[in-house]
T-cell receptor, first 114, second 113 residues
């Protein structure tokens, strides 16, 4: 079975621009979470969606938004990009219930803001 | 925000040696997860622990859920070069939103052949 897939792999944007990152969960998984990972740190939680509804939001500004589609894929949008938004953006999926905690990560999208 | 403290920050060992690392928190966790991340890749789930005192193995890896519920340990036996990477502990945030995972800063493992 295919794992979590993310696109694009790499992205270079300019300050002030907007970016959309995409994620497809493992088949059968209904929950998708987004994390930001900066160099030297562990992933930091941004959002979780389950059955197309937002279930959790981390301490990120309103410039960050996300949504989940009927096929459980998800998009993360970041507006008005800042240099500090440069990071690896990770998507993780889980099947739900107790296994909410067992999140399986994709390879990430490396975003560079110049 | 909630911090998970991992130690050591980095380890340099010889192939064949055993490795021990740990993760501590000031808050009680009901679940502990251990992940490994290779450069340029996403973290890979190694072991999930759900009960205080639980000891779970995955091949040469063994993890334990501390009885205080504020710590967890990961051991790797007979290390090999492909064990190189960053090991993260994680758990559901104690501050509600149980699906939100908080991560430590990682232990970077280097294995010399």
């Amino acid at each position: 079975d295919a794992g979590v897939t993310q696109s694009p792999t790499h992205l270079i944007k300019t300050r002030g621009q907007q970016v959309t990152l995409r994620c497809s969960p493992i088949s059968g998984h209904k929950s998708v979470s987004w994390y930001q990972q900066v160099l030297g740190q562990g992933p930091q939680f941004i959002f979780q969606y389950y059955e197309k509804e937002e279930r959790g939001r981390g301490n990120f500004p309103d410039r960050f938004s996300a949504r989940q589609f009927p096929n459980y894929s998800s998009e993360l949008n970041v507006n008005a990009l800042l240099l500090g938004d440069s990071a690896l953006y990770l998507c993780a999926s889980s099947s739900g219930q107790r296994a909410f905690y067992e999140q399986y990560f994709g390879p990430g999208t490396r975003l560079t803001v110049t | 925000g909630q911090q998970l403290n991992q130690s050591p920050q980095s380890m340099f060992i010889q192939e064949g040696e055993d490795v021990s690392m740990n993760c501590t928190s000031s808050s009680i966790f009901n679940t502990w997860l251990w992940y490994k991340q290779d450069p340029g890749e996403g973290p890979v789930l190694l072991i999930a622990l759900y009960k205080a005192g639980e000891l779970t193995s995955n091949g040469r890896l063994t993890a334990q859920f501390g009885i205080t519920r504020k710590d967890s340990f990961l051991n790797i036996s007979a290390s090999i070069p492909s064990d190189v990477g960053i090991y993260f502990c994680a758990g559901p945030s104690p501050q509600g939103g149980s699906e939100k995972l908080v991560f430590g800063k990682g232990t970077k493992l280097t294995v010399n052949p």
